[in-house]
């Protein structure tokens, strides 16, 4: 009988680490038999740069993407495959446009979701254009940063408007403080934003199509200990909330992979971030959540080529406006509302059932390569391209414990720990 191959193009630039996985997890991954009786294969391969012909076909029908936040021939290429070839990519530069966070906060403020009040000021320094002084000379009004200040509150976060990494991230604590950030913010334009504090959890989710891992994060730790094993850390109420803020946003702006962070502070849960156009999936920092990352982008990329999902080209803004727009709705009415149009744009229910009755086999798959010896191998080599030679160890036995308590929760040993 014949066979659908269908090659998944990756768009890397540092990473070893997720790549392999997900690279083994394909391979592995066999044939795919959809409702009709016709068989499917996946095929991944590393995308390289070259020249290319705006009329050329690309061979990828799909494409994760890692790059081209910052690197901008692939950003261009990827345009381009979208809007001439139909090419599924996770996730579309047309919509990361909107990776810096103004976009994202104005759309969510307008839906009725809690994120703090927010200011963007004028950036300290002009931007190098001849044009600039004459009109600003004519058109840019003085402004009184000090009083923005004082009415938002201290402590204020200020914090640029896009971006990402804490790179440029300051909380203000006084009007020398603000002074002194502001004088440093350059040519950045920068948010002033009022502190959620103090918070009860600082909730980090990573979603990947239709499924969302609501993640207990401690951003005051080291990257290896961000996110803490934690179950229920949330009341049932407030996690559904914070998965459906994620689901919204990611649905709202086509992002089919991005990690959503909300500071919860009681029953009260506040969106600061939620625009990764490459949200962290490094071994080193899920640790425990990493086998469930990689089965999920496993199953996503699984279920778009196998069910022809189409790729979404247009966002869909007015049906969450009509929504958010109405006066006769609660937050929690609309919430609701909203989350029917974000679980119908990710297709949940046929997802669901999709990996039910055609990947019942890729739990298991993930399950056996993860306490496999191979995985062991990926994790020593992970960690010897990431830490120092005297940390090495230390960070091996902290991962393998991690990790292996996942194993171990499956029902399984892994083959590593002896
Ligand atoms: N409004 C806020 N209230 C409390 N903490 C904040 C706020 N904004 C940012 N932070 C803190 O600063 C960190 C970095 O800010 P964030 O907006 O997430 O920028 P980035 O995109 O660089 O991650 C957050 O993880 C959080 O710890
Ligand atoms: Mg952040």
Request: with cysteine.
């Amino acid at each position: 009988m014949s066979e659908t191959s269908h090659l998944i193009g990756l768009l890397l630039g540092t990473e070893e680490d997720w790549p392999t996985a997900f690279e083994t997890l394909v391979s592995r991954l066999g044939t795919i038999t959809d409702a009709s009786g016709h068989r499917h294969r996946l095929v991944t391969e590393r995308i390289t740069m070259e020249p290319f012909d705006l009329r050329d076909r690309p061979r990828y029908e799909l494409v994760i993407d890692r790059l081209a936040y910052w690197y901008y021939l692939p950003r261009e290429w990827l345009k381009k495959v979208a809007l001439m070839n139909d090419v599924y990519l996770l996730n579309s530069p047309f919509t990361f446009q909107s990776m810096e966070k103004h976009a994202a906060y104005c759309a969510m403020i307008r839906l009725g979701i809690k994120v703090p009040p927010t200011v963007l000021v004028p950036h300290k320094d002009p931007p190098d254009n001849a044009r600039f002084q004459y009109t600003a000379a004519k058109y840019n009004l003085p402004f009184d940063l000090p009083a923005i200040a004082d009415r938002i509150g201290y402590p204020l976060f200020m914090k640029p408007y896009d971006g990402g990494q804490w790179i440029g991230v300051n909380r203000v604590r006084d009007r020398g403080e603000l002074m002194r950030a502001y004088d440093t913010s350059g040519r950045r334009l920068m948010h002033l934003q009022a502190a959620v504090e103090p918070f009860d959890v600082f909730a980090r989710s990573l979603s990947i199509g239709a499924e969302t891992m609501v993640m207990k994060f401690r951003p005051e730790l080291p990257m290896h200990g961000r996110y803490a094993v934690a179950h229920d850390f949330l009341s049932p109420s407030v996690g559904d909330e914070v998965l459906t803020i994620s689901r919204l946003v990611n649905a709202f702006f086509r992002w089919e992979f991005n990690s959503c962070e909300c500071l919860v502070n009681g029953d009260q849960v506040h969106p600061i971030d939620y625009a990764n156009a490459s949200p962290d999936v490094a071994l080193t920092s899920l640790h425990y959540y990493f086998p469930w990352a990689m089965k999920t982008l496993l199953k996503w990329c699984a279920f778009c080529l196998v069910t022809g999902r189409r790729a979404p080209l247009d966002l869909d803004t007015r049906s969450y406006f009509e929504i958010g727009d109405r006066e006769d709705l609660s937050y929690e009415e609309k919430l609701s509302a909203y989350r029917r149009l974000a679980d119908e744009y990710f297709d949940v229910d046929r997802y669901h059932d999709f990996c039910a009755s055609r990947l019942p086999h890729v739990d298991e798959l993930v399950l056996d390569w993860v306490s496999s010896a191979e995985f062991d191998r990926l994790l020593t080599d992970t960690v010897r391209s990431t830490y120092p030679t005297h940390e090495q160890e230390q960070f091996a036995a902290h991962l393998r414990g991690l990790v292996g308590q996942w194993v171990r929760e499956q029902g399984a040993q892994p083959a590593w720990a002896t």
